[in-house]
């Protein structure tokens, strides 16, 4: 699985922004896809996580303004932060779990850089 990241950038305090990812490959297998970010020192954490079911999980952290959600395909996962604040600032990636055959695999993005800043 290949995965290409879109929609970072620099936002003012308050702003928002959409973060976009592309999956190909054997996109059949999907099992989640999410976010993660690091921020500068800090360990990568979770941000959101939306499993082939339809279940999302948020971090506390964005959890009541931010949205994950995927296409019809399952094959593109979107990240909508609104309020962003300057914590926020980190790089974010893509992340895509498969499961085929009782084997699980992880998947990374390359990274896409958020920073907020006025």
């Known amino acids: 699985v290949q995965l290409v990241e879109s929609g970072g950038g620099l936002v003012q305090p308050g702003g928002s922004l959409t973060l976009s990812c592309a999956a190909s490959?054997?996109?059949?297998?999907?099992?989640?896809m999410g976010w993660y970010r690091q921020a500068p020192g800090k360990e990568r954490d979770l941000v959101a996580v939306?499993?082939?079911?339809?279940?999302?999980i948020y971090a506390d952290s964005v959890k009541g303004r931010s949205t994950i959600s995927t296409n019809n395909a399952k094959n593109a996962v979107n990240l909508q932060m609104n309020s962003l604040k300057p914590d926020d600032t980190a790089v974010y990636y893509c992340?895509?779990?498969?499961?085929?055959?009782?084997?699980?695999?992880?998947?990374w993005g390359q990274g896409t850089q958020v920073t907020v800043s006025s």
């Open positions: 939306i499993t082939s079911g339809g279940n999302r």
């Open positions: 992340n895509v779990v498969t499961k085929s055959w009782g084997t699980r695999s992880e998947y």
């Open positions: 490959g054997s996109t059949e297998s999907i099992n989640a």
